[in-house]
């Protein structure tokens, strides 16, 4: 059933567009495996061997924190809706900071969200497909506005404030790297 390729083919990556979520799996040695949903228009597919996707300010931060000790990172599509599958994507990341270089570029693909605090950008090594037979059908009603609000109504000093109180350090107790200036 499950079927291995190289890079993602043009009929995976409209199935990837369609998709309303998606998940991301990150771990280092002898940290807790995270494994979070992600949603709002948050991912870009740049080519065949190559995503991103921004990441919004929550109460956790656990992928910032891997990364540095190990890029490895799973991103997971279901199809909760038509035909079932189930597609992921492994390969290795970075993180940009929004005071990296890079940050200006990268997020001119996405449409401004407050609390954007890094984008990831993946280099895909192999696409995995398997049938999602087991998942079950959704309907999606719409996107939750409670973080956009939230964001907005803290403001970026807010925001930054937020990231040195709650996000710079792991659940395993590891300092995060963020942008506080």
């Not at 300010?57 to 991103?75: F, K, Q, V, W």
């Amino acid at each position: 059933m499950g079927k291995k390729f190289p890079n993602i083919e043009d009929k995976q990556m409209e199935f990837m567009k369609a998709q309303q979520m998606f998940f991301v799996a990150t771990a280092a040695q002898g940290s807790r495996i995270n494994l979070s949903p992600k949603g709002l228009d948050s991912l870009r597919i740049l080519g065949e061997n190559r995503v991103i996707w921004l990441n919004l300010t929550g109460s956790g931060n656990e992928t910032a924190a891997h990364l540095p000790h190990d890029n490895r990172m799973t991103i997971m599509f279901c199809a909760f809706e038509g035909s079932p599958l189930i597609l992921r994507l492994y390969g290795h990341a970075r993180m940009i900071l929004t005071s990296d270089e890079q940050w200006d570029e990268l997020y001119a693909h996405f449409n401004p969200l407050p609390g954007a605090r890094q984008i990831f950008d993946m280099s895909v090594d192999m696409v995995h497909t398997s049938c999602g037979f087991g998942v079950p059908c959704y309907d999606f009603t719409g996107d939750r506005p409670v973080l956009n609000r939230w964001a907005e109504k803290k403001g970026d000093a807010g925001i930054r404030d937020y990231w040195r109180d709650k996000n710079s350090i792991s659940l395993d107790g590891e300092a995060i790297p963020i942008d506080d200036d």
